[in-house]
């Protein structure tokens, strides 16, 4: 089941004096399976297109289907597809809510129609996969740590067992250590389930780290749709609409500048230390 959009267009404020478009005529599809990244500056129509994914907005132009149907067609099941599409928003935590993370994760299964014993078991499932002790199920929402509170909230929307699953900056104010936790557990999570996932992030690391197709929007329009290497390939064009690529791709860039054969698209720490040790080793004539 894939996700498109067609010709979408999202304008707030339509005939008032706060008018403005956010997304400007934007056509994409999701296959499933597929680890994608979503960049963009600050008011580039990131967070308003993935609230399309859902149906959470309505186009005022376009459409948007899942599986080949209009979900804004008469009649279609919009709520159905949220227990398909499930959206993590950024600082996940303000969604917790009841007593205890057990229960709280328990809440979209009970949604769903699922007997308690049910409910319980994807609960627990969904707590297992995102490293939640047990020690914890018990306790408030509110007195975890925020990494463990993040966990919770993306528990509670794997419990629906969502074929995508869309995370809006899941790591915005966490430490390096828990940014890392939470997006290895997130891409441990897409091999192991082979389910979608949908990363809105701000920081280029990351997506080169974790994504195989990046997609950057600017002023609402999108911009580049590709792998992460080939759009880092415009780090310069990235820097006019406020983006900065991967710190490897200036250096790989600077070193091959200089005269050292490295690969200009290794983005990460991994792939630039053994490119450049490589290149190293092919210049002392070793290899």
Known sequence: MSLKLDHVNYTYGIG???????LRDVSLEIPDGQFVGIIGHTGSGKSTLIQHFNALMQPTSGTVSWNGEDVWADGYDRRSLR??????????EYQLFEEDVL????????????SKEDQQKRAE?????????EELYRKSP??????????????????M??????????????????????????????????ITVVLVSHSMEDVAKYVERLIVMNRGEKVF????????????????????????????????????????????????EKSILQALKKRAGEI
């Open 142 to 159: 509110f007195d975890l740590s925020g990494g463990q509170k993040r966990r919770v909230a993306i528990a509670g929307v794997l419990a």
């Open 103 to 114: 229960t709280d994760v328990m809440f979209g299964p009970k949604n769903q129609g699922l």
């Open 161 to 194: 067992e969502p074929s995508v699953l869309v995370l809006d900056e899941p790591t915005a104010g966490l430490d390096p250590r828990g940014r890392d936790e939470i997006l290895d557990q997130v891409k441990y999570l897409q091999e192991q389930r082979s």
């Open 225 to 272: 749709d590709d792998t992460p290497e080939a759009v880092f390939d415009h780090y310069l064009e990235l820097e006019q609409m406020g983006l900065a690529a991967p710190q490897m791709t200036y250096l790989m860039h600077e070193l091959s500048d200089n005269g050292l054969d490295v690969d200009i698209h290794a983005d990460t720490v991994e792939t630039a």
């Open 125 to 133: 499932d969904a707590l297992k996969l995102v490293g939640v002790p």
């Open 83 to 92: 227990f398909h599409v499930g959206l993590v928003f950024q600082y996940p």
């Open 16 to 22: 008032s004096a706060y008018e403005m478009h956010a």
